[in-house]
């Protein structure tokens, strides 16, 4: 059985009603503190992204799952243990991530989405960012750190909470070195909240996964009243070479550049910040 439901855009239908939700309200928290300024993107992004279209076929070729937009959650073995664990998972994202201001805005956090995210309409509580461990979050979500941590080729995990009213512009990842996966938290049931990921349309559910690739044009609605939540995965692609090469050569590089430096940065000057407020 296939864990979620699309639609193909050129056909717009809306699906079968295959999706459970539930609503939660959210308030809008108060300007953060400053942040530590920009830094631009890696010189390999920059230049990479004339070479992007060479890189990433070279990547799927090479690859051990599908290359398809939405992908086989069968695939992926340790997404099992995420929909296992879903509602355990929730409890720590309500009674951590969404408790007053523990959770910034990913604009704040990686300045570079500033041009796809409205400020304080889109926000994220890290565990890890571009393999880099937030141990201070880690400490406040045990469960979640203890089902996270078994996760095979981790590269990233964060709470994704997108307000009431939110649309996400259509943006690329950087990479098809790495696959994205969305495990529902808490969806609305008062409206539509959705994603668009190349000419499907996917609707979340709660306690079940979405694994995708984001080097597919894809874009996010929230058309309802209520806060959307999901536990975002980043995980490398299974990979043969040469493509496992490139892939590797790549994140090493962004791993260690300024533009993820400084957004390692960015968490660590909020939290401090926030434990100042909460003294």
């Known amino acids: 059985m296939r864990w979620w439901t699309v639609t193909a855009l050129m056909d717009g239908g809306a699906g079968p009603a295959m999706w459970r939700n539930s609503g939660a309200g959210s308030d809008r928290d108060r300007n953060p503190p400053a942040m530590v300024a920009a830094a631009g993107r890696p010189l390999i992004i920059r230049v990479g992204k004339h070479l992007r279209g060479l890189f990433d076929r070279l990547i799927a070729a090479s690859s051990l799952v599908g290359n398809e937009p939405v992908l086989d959650v069968r695939d992926f073995a340790w997404t099992g243990l995420l929909r296992a664990e879903w509602q355990a998972i929730r409890d720590e994202a309500r009674a951590v991530a969404l408790c007053g201001r523990a959770s910034p805005s990913l604009a704040t956090i990686s300045p570079d989405h500033r041009s796809i995210a409205e400020i304080d309409k889109w926000r994220s509580f890290f565990l890890w960012g571009y393999g880099y461990r937030i141990d201070d979050n880690l400490a406040r979500c045990p469960h979640t750190?203890?089902?996270?941590?078994?996760?095979?080729g981790l590269n990233s995990a964060f709470f994704s909470i997108l307000a009431p009213g939110t649309h996400i512009p259509a943006h690329r990842g950087v990479t098809k070195g790495l696959i994205t996966c969305h495990l529902g938290l808490m969806v609305p049931r008062d409206g539509d909240v959705r994603i668009r990921v190349g000419d499907r349309i996917v609707r979340w559910a709660e306690g079940e996964t979405l694994v995708f690739d984001d080097t597919y044009d894809h874009e996010v609605w929230n058309d309802t009243r209520g806060t959307r939540v999901v536990l975002?995965?980043?995980?490398?692609?299974?990979?043969?070479?040469?493509?496992k090469w490139i892939a590797e050569l790549f994140l090493g590089i962004v791993r260690r550049s300024p533009f993820v430096q400084e957004a390692r940065c960015n968490i660590a000057s909020w939290n401090a910040a926030m434990k100042r407020l909460d003294a």
């Not at 750190?145 to 996760?151: A, G, K, S």
């Open 145 to 152: 750190r203890r089902i996270v941590e078994q996760i095979p």
């Open 232 to 243: 975002l995965i980043q995980v490398e692609r299974p990979l043969r070479n040469p493509g």
